[in-house]
Structure formats: structure tokens, C-alpha cells
């Protein structure tokens, strides 16, 4: 078979080939992205989906307008404004088949082959992949804890003159940084300067430990003037309500937004009806709350506990900054004392020892970092972090 050249460009995600191995008996898996199944609010899902049959069955079954179903654009207008992003209209937003198809569309709408864009160095595998796809050419920004170096990304665009920027400036995958208030300001500022499109990817948002992140880059636009006429919002429900729905969002100018919405015909025709009328019930009923208060609370002490048991188990031979939110742990092995640095040799051992994560060279665009690791503390309880992470400490 003559496959298409762009395919050249891509590889299997490396993630997806290590979920291969999890199928061994015991295994404790610090690998993936995912939220706690335990955690979904199944009896509030099921009463939204009994509210979407019985109150609109006919518009929750048939096909629906690509830019998604209106009582669902119209609640995740509130929601939005509920965050401080208070002039998003139903209007301005097209309803996707997750976060990821949102990405997906903004490679299609925006890339054409060789066009340089810049991520966060390291950023989500699967973006790198997907603006590959297109035939971009994937130019890392580095970063610190307080998220992507503002004036080094300035001086990136200045030098490239990226197509856009793609970020994910709060509790990032994988690096779990969040990005200061001074240096969402001053990305906004740039955007408006150099007219170069921002892309805002907030899956992670809703997800903070104590004290609540700096506002979006969205809500914060209405301080900068012109800076919205230069940003992307994509938004997510998988994080926070269900994986399983499906459902995201994107917010983007008008011209943006129809070019989306018209590639999205030729993809999905729209994202799942059914999906979204239960997603609108939900968020209808009010209950997003009460459950992000509980998944807050139970991620915040899984968070404590994998920092803590790092630097009982591992001591000096890792390095990271204790997450504020999110899901994800971001670490450095520093070889001390003679231990392990690189840390792909560290995963096959850790496997062997019925441990698994992700090491963190396959998030770099460019230059990775062999000694960089991704721990996500989502899906294991309290003693299953402190089993795997003293599995973790015998492998290293």
C-alpha cells in the first residue's frame, strides 16, 4: 500500500505502546493521563442522561448543528464565565469531540507543510504528533516552574515567526507548571505585538490543590486590548466529568472558528448529540461543584503523599516541584550516588519490578531530556503510591 508522506512525519505515541506492558499481573501504573473512574459522578450522569430522554429525546438522538447542540453551548458559556471569562457567548464557541479534535482542527485550519510553530519544551506528546502530521516544523520554548519563559519565547517569535504558539499554561502535561500571572500578561501583550496566534489548551484548569491558579489566558484578555482577536481557548470535560463523553470545546475568533467548524463537517459531522445533551443536563443541575470539591480534595492528597514518598524512596537521586494541581508529577533524575539517569533505562527496570511510567523524552519536540520522568497520581490510591513508589526506589 502507497501511504500519504505526511505519515513519514509521525510516530506511534510512545505512551500508547508502553499501556502494552500494563497487562502484566500487579503491575501498579503511575503511566497514565487518565482521571479516577472512581471518581465520576455516575448517578449524576445517569440523571442527566434520563433528564436528556426525557425532556428532549428527539434532539438528543438525531443528528445536530456541527457547532454542537445550543442548551450545551449555552452552559459551557456559563461555565466559562463562571471562571472569569465573562464574554464568551454560546455563539463564540464550537462544541468538540474533545480537546483533542480541538487541536486537531487548528492543525488543519492553520498549518501548511513547513509552517514553524512553538510549544512548551516539554508539552503533551500528542499535540507534537498532530501538528507533525500537518507538516509543521515543532519548535521547543523552554520552561521553568512558573511555565514557559516568557522572554525566551518572545525572542523564539521573533526569530521564527511561528504560524502560533500552543500552551498549556495551568498544571501543564507534563510538566505540571503553571505559568505566573506576570507571564500570562506578557505572552497576551506579545500576541497583540507580534500578531501571532496563542493557543490556550486548559484540560487541567479546574483540577488545583488549595489556592486557585492565576485567571485563563481568556479571562485575562479583557485586560489586554486586541489580545483576544489572537487567541484560541480549548476547554475539556474529560478531566473533571467523564473521558468517556467526550465532549470539548473551542473559543476562537470568528474567521477561525467558521474555518473550524466547516473541516469539522468533513471529519465527525458533529460531536456526539447524546453526549452533549447529557453534558448540558449535567451542568444544568448544577452538581460541577460539589464534584470538582471532591476530586480536588482526593487528587490533593494522592499529590502529598507520591511527593512525599519521592523523597523518602528516592532521596537525592530525584528532583522535582511539588504539583499544585493537575495530575502529573514532572522529574528529574540526578544520578546521584551512583543511581540511574536515564530514565528509559529506569522504566524497563521499574517494570520488572511491577511498577510503570512514562519517561519524559518523548515529550520534547526537540533536544529532549533523557533523565526527565512523567508519574501521573491520578488513578492509584494512597497505598498503592507508596507501594509503587518504593518499587520505583528498588528499580533506580
Same mark, same amino acid.
Given at each position: 500500500?502507497?501511504?500519504?508522506?505526511?505519515?513519514?512525519?509521525?510516530?506511534?505515541?510512545?505512551?500508547?505502546?508502553?499501556?502494552?506492558?500494563?497487562?502484566?499481573?500487579?503491575?501498579?501504573?503511575?503511566?497514565?493521563?487518565?482521571?479516577?473512574?472512581?471518581?465520576?459522578?455516575?448517578?449524576?450522569?445517569?440523571?442527566?442522561?434520563?433528564?436528556?430522554?426525557?425532556?428532549?429525546?428527539?434532539?438528543?438522538?438525531?443528528?445536530?448543528?456541527?457547532?454542537?447542540?445550543?442548551?450545551?453551548?449555552?452552559?459551557?458559556?456559563?461555565?466559562?464565565?463562571?471562571?472569569?471569562?465573562?464574554?464568551?457567548?454560546?455563539?463564540?464557541?464550537?462544541?468538540?469531540?474533545?480537546?483533542?479534535?480541538?487541536?486537531?482542527?487548528?492543525?488543519?485550519?492553520?498549518?501548511?507543510?513547513?509552517?514553524?510553530?512553538?510549544?512548551?519544551?516539554?508539552?503533551?506528546?500528542?499535540?507534537?504528533?498532530?501538528?507533525?502530521?500537518?507538516?509543521?516544523?515543532?519548535?521547543?520554548?523552554?520552561?521553568?516552574?512558573?511555565?514557559?519563559?516568557?522572554?525566551?519565547?518572545?525572542?523564539?517569535?521573533?526569530?521564527?515567526?511561528?504560524?502560533?504558539?500552543?500552551?498549556?499554561?495551568?498544571?501543564?502535561?507534563?510538566?505540571?507548571?503553571?505559568?505566573?500571572?506576570?507571564?500570562?500578561?506578557?505572552?497576551?501583550?506579545?500576541?497583540?505585538?507580534?500578531?501571532?496566534?496563542?493557543?490556550?489548551?486548559?484540560?487541567?484548569?479546574?483540577? /488545583?490543590?488549595?489556592?486557585?491558579?492565576? #485567571?485563563?489566558? +481568556? &479571562?485575562?484578555?479583557? *485586560? @489586554?486590548?486586541?489580545? %483576544?482577536?489572537?487567541?484560541?481557548?480549548?476547554?475539556?470535560?474529560?478531566?473533571?466529568?467523564?473521558?468517556?463523553?467526550?465532549?470539548?470545546?473551542?473559543?476562537?475568533?470568528?474567521?477561525?472558528?467558521?474555518?473550524?467548524?466547516?473541516?469539522?463537517?468533513?471529519?465527525?459531522?458533529?460531536?456526539?448529540?447524546?453526549?452533549?445533551?447529557?453534558?448540558?443536563? /449535567?451542568?444544568?443541575?448544577?452538581?460541577? #461543584?460539589?464534584? +470538582? &470539591?471532591?476530586?480536588? *480534595? @482526593?487528587?490533593?492528597? %494522592?499529590?502529598?503523599v507520591m511527593g512525599e514518598s519521592l523523597k523518602r524512596e528516592l532521596g537525592d537521586a530525584i528532583e522535582f516541584t511539588q504539583p499544585g494541581g493537575g495530575l502529573f508529577f514532572w522529574a528529574r533524575l540526578t544520578g546521584a550516588n551512583g543511581k540511574l539517569k536515564d530514565a528509559g533505562e529506569l522504566a524497563k527496570r521499574a517494570i520488572d519490578k511491577g511498577v510503570a511510567f512514562v519517561p519524559g523524552a518523548p515529550f520534547f519536540a526537540s533536544n529532549p531530556d533523557h533523565a526527565t520522568l512523567r508519574l501521573s497520581f491520578a488513578t492509584a490510591d494512597v497505598a498503592k503510591i507508596e507501594e509503587g513508589v518504593g518499587r520505583l526506589g528498588q528499580a533506580i
Amino acid at each position: 500500500m502507497q501511504f500519504a508522506d505526511r505519515l513519514n512525519n509521525v510516530e506511534t505515541s510512545a505512551i500508547r505502546e508502553l499501556f502494552k506492558l500494563l497487562g502484566k499481573p500487579g503491575i501498579i501504573s503511575f503511566a497514565g493521563g487518565f482521571p479516577d473512574s472512581a471518581m465520576f459522578d455516575v448517578d449524576g450522569i445517569r440523571e442527566a442522561v434520563n433528564l436528556a430522554l426525557s425532556e428532549e429525546a428527539g434532539g438528543a438522538l438525531q443528528y445536530g448543528a456541527t457547532e454542537g447542540y445550543n442548551p450545551l453551548r449555552e452552559q459551557l458559556a456559563a461555565f466559562m464565565a463562571s471562571k472569569g471569562a465573562k464574554d464568551v457567548t454560546p455563539e463564540g464557541l464550537i462544541v468538540t469531540t474533545g480537546s483533542q479534535q480541538a487541536l486537531d482542527l487548528i492543525g488543519k485550519t492553520l498549518i501548511n507543510p513547513g509552517d514553524k510553530v512553538i510549544v512548551e519544551g516539554p508539552t503533551f506528546l500528542a499535540t507534537i504528533q498532530c501538528f507533525r502530521l500537518y507538516g509543521a516544523q515543532v519548535i521547543a520554548a523552554p520552561i521553568d516552574a512558573q511555565g514557559v519563559k516568557a522572554d525566551a519565547l518572545e525572542q523564539l517569535v521573533a526569530e521564527h515567526k511561528p504560524k502560533f504558539v500552543y500552551l498549556i499554561p495551568t498544571f501543564g502535561n507534563p510538566s505540571g507548571a503553571t505559568l505566573s500571572l506576570a507571564r500570562r500578561k506578557q505572552v497576551l501583550e506579545m500576541a497583540v505585538r507580534t500578531q501571532t496566534v496563542v493557543i490556550e489548551d486548559d484540560p487541567y484548569g479546574d483540577l /488545583y490543590f488549595g489556592e486557585a491558579p492565576p #485567571p485563563s489566558l +481568556l &479571562a485575562l484578555s479583557s *485586560q @489586554v486590548p486586541g489580545s %483576544r482577536d489572537w487567541l484560541v481557548h480549548c476547554g475539556s470535560l474529560s478531566k473533571v466529568l467523564s473521558p468517556g463523553l467526550r465532549v470539548g470545546w473551542m473559543i476562537a475568533p470568528p474567521e477561525l472558528l467558521a474555518k473550524a467548524t466547516m473541516c469539522k463537517q468533513f471529519s465527525d459531522a458533529h460531536t456526539s448529540t447524546f453526549a452533549q445533551a447529557t453534558a448540558a443536563q /449535567y451542568l444544568k443541575a448544577g452538581r460541577m #461543584p460539589a464534584t +470538582l &470539591a471532591h476530586v480536588r *480534595q @482526593v487528587y490533593a492528597e %494522592r499529590a502529598r503523599v507520591m511527593g512525599e514518598s519521592l523523597k523518602r524512596e528516592l532521596g537525592d537521586a530525584i528532583e522535582f516541584t511539588q504539583p499544585g494541581g493537575g495530575l502529573f508529577f514532572w522529574a528529574r533524575l540526578t544520578g546521584a550516588n551512583g543511581k540511574l539517569k536515564d530514565a528509559g533505562e529506569l522504566a524497563k527496570r521499574a517494570i520488572d519490578k511491577g511498577v510503570a511510567f512514562v519517561p519524559g523524552a518523548p515529550f520534547f519536540a526537540s533536544n529532549p531530556d533523557h533523565a526527565t520522568l512523567r508519574l501521573s497520581f491520578a488513578t492509584a490510591d494512597v497505598a498503592k503510591i507508596e507501594e509503587g513508589v518504593g518499587r520505583l526506589g528498588q528499580a533506580i
